[in-house]
């Protein structure tokens, strides 16, 4: 009886046969479905009562406001802290105030927290106050251009192009 291959681990831990050996010449392309819908509508069957969540979620605007005026509050107090700490406070909390900052523009390009739409646009703008770059109401766009399209090679924004992804 011939025996078994012995598995060949790499350092992480991980088979070694999984592992590229040659440099890519294209994306991996794959002929299944794209999983989000079919996910979706997994999850919508199985439990068709999850729809009762579907609604605007204003108490999201009170996290977000706060979220806001948090990162100006810290602009103020912070502004006498020595470069050392200046970068670690701002690296911790201010990386992890823009991160959460970053998920509520998210969520209002969804319209996901008011039921006008142009609250949520309003919101969208406050919440990208804080995040250097105005970028908002651009992700808004693509952003509903990648869920509108998603898996197309052609128009899903969120797939890279050949110049960006190799």
């Known amino acids: 009886m011939p025996q078994p291959l012995p598995e060949k681990k790499n350092i992480d831990g991980h088979d070694a046969e999984l592992h590229r050996t040659d440099a890519p010449t294209d994306f991996t392309w794959s002929k299944e479905p794209e999983p989000h819908k079919v996910r979706r509508m997994e999850i919508l069957k199985k439990y068709p009562q999850i729809t009762k969540l579907f609604k605007p979620d204003p108490i999201s605007a009170i996290f977000g406001m706060a979220t806001v005026i948090i990162q100006l509050l810290a602009c103020y107090f912070f ?5 050392g700490y200046l970068v670690i ?11 959460s900052m970053v998920l509520g ?3 209002l390009t969804h319209d996901l927290w008011f039921k006008n739409q142009k609250h949520n646009i309003l919101f969208g703008y406050v919440m990208n106050l804080c995040i250097g770059v105005p970028f ?11 869920h509108a399209f998603q898996g197309s090679n052609e128009l899903d924004t969120d797939i890279p192009s050949a110049h960006e992804g190799l």
């Open 79 to 83: 502004s006498n802290l020595g470069w």
């Open 89 to 99: 406070v701002s690296y911790i909390v201010g990386g992890t105030l823009n991160h």
């Open 105 to 107: 523009c998210h969520e």
């Open 136 to 146: 908002f109401r651009t992700f808004k766009r693509y952003h509903l251009d990648h």
